[in-house]
């Protein structure tokens, strides 16, 4: 069974960290590009950032720039959001999403073009209090 399970999600005080998990299991981790998404009420998905397992090659936001890092334990088949210098508008329930196509999560995070993807996880909830 396919699963990509997010971890690390929590309630801090704006300027707080917090470092996501995402544990993928059920298909062969190598050659995926994985990404963040998040989704606050009210508003449109936004792509965070994502790696590629492949190579490393990382792409962020610009909302989340110098803030966030993304990063890959390809042994474990996980990748992790550390999220520093955490605002109120940070808030938002965190979802990752694994394809092998590294353009799609380009468009998303990049362009704001939200994409398809081959395998999605439930997500975990990060609210940041002023």
């Known amino acids: 069974e396919v699963q990509l399970v997010e971890s690390g999600g929590g309630l801090v005080q704006a300027g707080g960290s917090l470092r996501l998990s995402c544990a993928a299991s059920?298909?062969?981790?190598?050659?995926?590009?994985i990404g963040w998404f998040r989704q606050a009420p009210g508003k449109e998905r936004e792509g965070v950032s994502c790696?590629?397992?492949?190579?490393?090659?990382?792409v962020y936001a610009d909302s989340v720039k110098g803030r966030f890092t993304i990063s890959s334990d390809n042994a474990k088949n996980t990748v992790y959001l550390q999220m520093n210098s955490l605002k109120p508008e940070d808030t938002a329930l965190y979802f990752c999403?694994?394809?092998?196509?590294?353009?799609?999560?380009?468009?998303?995070?990049?362009?704001?073009?939200?994409?398809?993807?081959?395998?999605w996880g439930q997500g975990t909830q990060v609210t940041v209090s002023s």
């Open positions: 059920g298909f062969t981790f190598d050659g995926y590009v």
């Open positions: 999403a694994a394809d092998v196509r590294f353009y799609k999560f380009y468009a998303a995070v990049v362009g704001g073009r939200d994409q398809t993807y081959e395998y």
């Open positions: 790696i590629s397992s492949s190579d490393g090659s990382t």
